[in-house]
């Protein structure tokens, strides 16, 4: 019972030492892929403090990009979708648009939906002043189970007059 007991002993510590060799020289090294930045104007930029106030005393239709600068679909649709359009309908800015960062927004996805119409980010929404309450006229979001691609969106800037048709 002793030597079987010393002998799974000297294997363990056999297999240890054996381990440590091997992986001695062996370091774990991290590599941090930089955050794309969004490369895109996005001026008018407001807030989820400001946007509001800016619906509510415009007489128009005022065309908004929701965004979170962080979210990889956003940075897709301001450094992908959006420049592709530009370039295909010989645009050099977004004129009609303005621009909100949720970035810093703490809430939930309920209340963005109640709010302004959307579930998440990016959302490229139609809102009008209605007797001092926002109206929601047209809605298009990326989420779980929808990304944004270029024709999507073009459709959507085509059925609101933000962009010729054809």
Same mark, same amino acid.
């Given at each position: 019972?002793?030597?079987?007991?010393?002998?799974?002993?000297?294997?363990?510590?056999?297999?240890?030492?054996?381990?440590?060799?091997?992986?001695?020289?062996?370091?774990?090294?991290?590599?941090?892929?930089? !955050? =794309?930045?969004?490369?895109?104007?996005?001026?008018? @930029? /407001?807030?989820?403090?400001?946007?509001? &106030? *800016?619906?509510?005393? #415009?007489?128009?239709?005022?065309?908004?990009?929701?965004?979170?600068?962080?979210?990889?679909?956003?940075?897709?649709?301001?450094?992908?979708?959006?420049?592709?359009? !530009? =370039?295909?309908?010989?645009?050099?800015?977004?004129? @009609? /648009?303005?621009?909100?960062?949720?970035? &810093? *927004?703490?809430?939930? #996805?309920?209340?963005?939906?109640?709010?302004?119409?959307?579930?998440?980010?990016?959302?490229?929404?139609?809102?009008?002043?209605?007797?001092?309450?926002?109206?929601?006229?047209?809605?298009?979001?990326?989420?779980?189970?929808? @990304?944004?691609?270029?024709?999507?969106?073009?459709?959507?800037?085509?059925?609101?007059?933000?962009?010729?048709?054809?």
């Amino acid at each position: 019972m002793l030597k079987r007991g010393l002998f799974y002993t000297i294997i363990i510590a056999l297999i240890t030492v054996a381990t440590y060799v091997v992986y001695k020289d062996n370091e774990v090294t991290t590599t941090v892929v930089p !955050m =794309e930045n969004i490369e895109f104007d996005t001026t008018p @930029n /407001f807030t989820d403090k400001t946007i509001d &106030d *800016y619906i509510l005393s #415009s007489e128009h239709t005022v065309y908004v990009i929701f965004y979170d600068s962080y979210d990889s679909n956003s940075i897709y649709l301001f450094n992908t979708i959006l420049p592709q359009l !530009m =370039e295909k309908h010989g645009l050099e800015h977004l004129d @009609n /648009f303005v621009y909100c960062d949720l970035t &810093d *927004y703490a809430s939930q #996805s309920d209340i963005t939906k109640n709010h302004w119409g959307f579930y998440d980010t990016p959302a490229l929404a139609a809102l009008s002043n209605d007797n001092g309450a926002i109206n929601v006229l047209s809605i298009h979001y990326c989420d779980s189970t929808f @990304n944004m691609t270029v024709d999507t969106v073009e459709n959507w800037m085509i059925n609101n007059d933000l962009l010729p048709n054809g």
